[in-house]
C-alpha cells in the first residue's frame, strides 16, 4: 500500500497526523524539544523530535481528503509507526447528545467514525462504520467529549452537494450513518481509522470544531491557539502508554 513518499527522516512509533502542514510545524514546535524535518514531499510537512517525557514522536501533515491520508499513513507504518492519533479539525452540523448546539472551539474523542468516502469504504471490507483502538482510546479518555463522525469525500464540502449526499446517506445508512448519530462531519477520520487497522497500528482521533453548521468559523490563529493545549494532553497520555510507571 506504501506509495514511497521519502522521508527525510523516519517515523518514530507514536504519530500525530493533522491535516494541514502549518499545523504540523506549529504542533511540532510545541509538542516536541528541538524538532528536525522528517518529511517534505509534496508539501506535506512533517517534524521528528523528543517530547519532554521522553516520547520520541513525529507530527506529519496529511493534507486534504481520505486517498491523502491513506497515501501517508500506510507509508508512515511501512517506516515502523504503531500508534498513531489524528488529531484534526472537523464540522459541527448536529446537536451533540445533550441537544445543545455544537459550536467552534469544541473538542472530541472520536468514539466511531462513518465511513461515507470512498477511501475509507475500499478500506474497512463494505462495513459502515470503523472504530478507534481500544486500548488507544482509553488512554486519552477525558482529554475531550465522545462523539461519533461522518468522514466524506472533498467535493462534499460544497454545500449544495453536501445537502444532497445528507439525504442520500440518511436513507441508505438509517441506523449506521444517519447525521443524528453523527453530529460531526470531516474528511479524514474514518480513512485514517480504517487504514490502520488494515495494516496493524493502533489509531484513535481527538478533532476540534473549526466550524458549526450556520459557517461560523474560527480562524487559523484561534485553531491554533486551542490546538497547543489539547495537543499536549494527547502526548502526555501517549508518554503514559509507553512508560505506565510514570503514573504511580
Known amino acids: 500500500m506504501s506509495v514511497r513518499l521519502n522521508p527525510i527522516l523516519p517515523a518514530t512509533r507514536d504519530l500525530i497526523l493533522v491535516g494541514d502542514p502549518r499545523r504540523a510545524f506549529a504542533l511540532g514546535q510545541t509538542l516536541t524539544i528541538q524538532p528536525e524535518m522528517s518529511h517534505l514531499s509534496r508539501g506535506l510537512w512533517g517534524y521528528r523530535g523528543v517530547t519532554e517525557g521522553g516520547l520520541e514522536l513525529t507530527v506529519q501533515a496529511t493534507g486534504v ?25 472537523c464540522i459541527g452540523c448536529g446537536p451533540d447528545a445533550s441537544g445543545e448546539e455544537i459550536r467552534p472551539g469544541r473538542a472530541f474523542l472520536v468514539s466511531a467514525a462513518y465511513c461515507g468516502d470512498g ?3 475500499a478500506l474497512n471490507g463494505g462495513e459502515p462504520e470503523v472504530r478507534p483502538d481500544p486500548e488507544l482510546r482509553a488512554a486519552l479518555l477525558g482529554i475531550a467529549e465522545p462523539a461519533r463522525v461522518s468522514s466524506h469525500d472533498l467535493v462534499q464540502r460544497m454545500d449544495r452537494l453536501a445537502r444532497r449526499s445528507d439525504d442520500t446517506e440518511g436513507s441508505a445508512g438509517k441506523g449506521n450513518g444517519g447525521n443524528g448519530q453523527f453530529p460531526l462531519r470531516d474528511l479524514q477520520t474514518a480513512a485514517t481509522l480504517a487504514c490502520a487497522q488494515a495494516l496493524g497500528a493502533q489509531a484513535a482521533a481527538v478533532l476540534l470544531v473549526a466550524e458549526d453548521g450556520s459557517g461560523q468559523r474560527l480562524d487559523e490563529t484561534a485553531i491554533e491557539t486551542e ?4 495537543g499536549l494532553a494527547v502526548v502526555r497520555a501517549l508518554e503514559a502508554m509507553s512508560n505506565p510507571q510514570s503514573e504511580t
Open 227 to 230: 490546538s497547543k493545549p489539547l
Open 119 to 121: 477511501a475509507s469504504r
Open 65 to 89: 481528503g481520505g486517498p491523502s491520508a491513506v497515501a501517508v499513513l500506510s507509508d508512515l507504518i511501512d517506516q515502523g509507526a504503531r500508534r498513531v492519533v489524528r488529531f484534526g479539525t
